[in-house]
């Protein structure tokens, strides 16, 4: 299995504060991704990124934004967190040119108050 | 637009007994890959078995194989031999590639129940 990491795995916060989760994989992979997990909706994306500082919109990017400085690392920002991003977010990533099998990492559950 | 349906929302299957869960999937591509993946308690996302497109034949792993349905746009997952462990949700998921960059696109999932 591909190593992806996710931190935190867990956090409150209330409305209106920032928040940053991050993603770090050791495959050297060129592409990674967010997603959220809400009951009835199965994944939904986010942000991905196709390589350091190339990263572009999924379906459901607002009030997120992302950063990619390193392969391995890739950061999702909430600016101000309201209570409609309460939700479990997976960061993925995948090989160049492969079939496009994503890894995925362990999830991190937030709860906005 | 590319779309994934998971007509199920929940399944339950005897253990030991076979069961069948269904995806369908809207495409213009000729060639694809398609997935699918488990989700049990632990919230990890394992990739079960994965197809693609221009193989004729069906994918198989040990107890998990695919119903392939090239013009019916089905892509169906059954387990033979319920285990207990296999209780989970079930995602079937699509790759699409736009601008060079390949996404994958989930279905809303089936939840699988399995009955001792």
């Known amino acids: 299995d591909a190593g992806i990491t996710q931190s935190p795995r867990h956090k409150v916060t209330e409305t209106g504060t920032p928040v940053t989760l991050r993603c770090h994989q050791t495959e050297n992979h060129r592409y990674m991704y967010w997603y959220r997990q809400d009951p009835g909706h199965g994944l939904r994306l986010i942000h991905y990124?196709?390589?350091?500082?190339?990263?572009d919109k999924g379906e459901v990017s607002d009030g997120y934004s992302v950063s990619r400085s390193k392969t391995e690392d890739f950061l999702l920002t909430l600016e101000s967190a309201t209570s409609s991003q309460t939700s479990v977010y997976f960061c993925?990533?995948?090989?160049?040119?492969?079939?496009?099998?994503?890894?995925f990492g362990p999830g991190t559950r937030l709860t906005v108050l | 637009a590319q779309t994934v349906t998971q007509s199920q929302p929940e399944m339950s299957v005897q253990e030991a007994e076979t069961v069948t869960l269904s995806c369908t999937y809207d495409?213009?591509?000729?060639?694809?890959?398609l997935f699918w993946y488990k989700q049990p308690p632990s919230r990890q996302m394992i990739l079960v078995i994965r197809q693609e497109a221009y193989k004729q034949q069906n994918a198989t792993e040990n107890r998990f194989s695919v119903n392939f349905q090239k013009a019916a746009k089905s892509f169906s997952l059954k387990i033979s031999d319920s285990q207990l462990g296999d209780a989970a949700m079930y995602f079937c998921a699509y790759r699409r590639i736009i601008q060079g960059a390949q996404k994958l696109v989930f279905g809303q999932g089936t939840r699988l129940t399995i009955n001792p």
């Open positions: 990124s196709y390589g350091v500082k190339d990263t």
């Open positions: 495409t213009s591509e000729s060639d694809y890959y």
């Open positions: 993925a990533s995948a090989r160049q040119g492969a079939s496009g099998e994503q890894f």
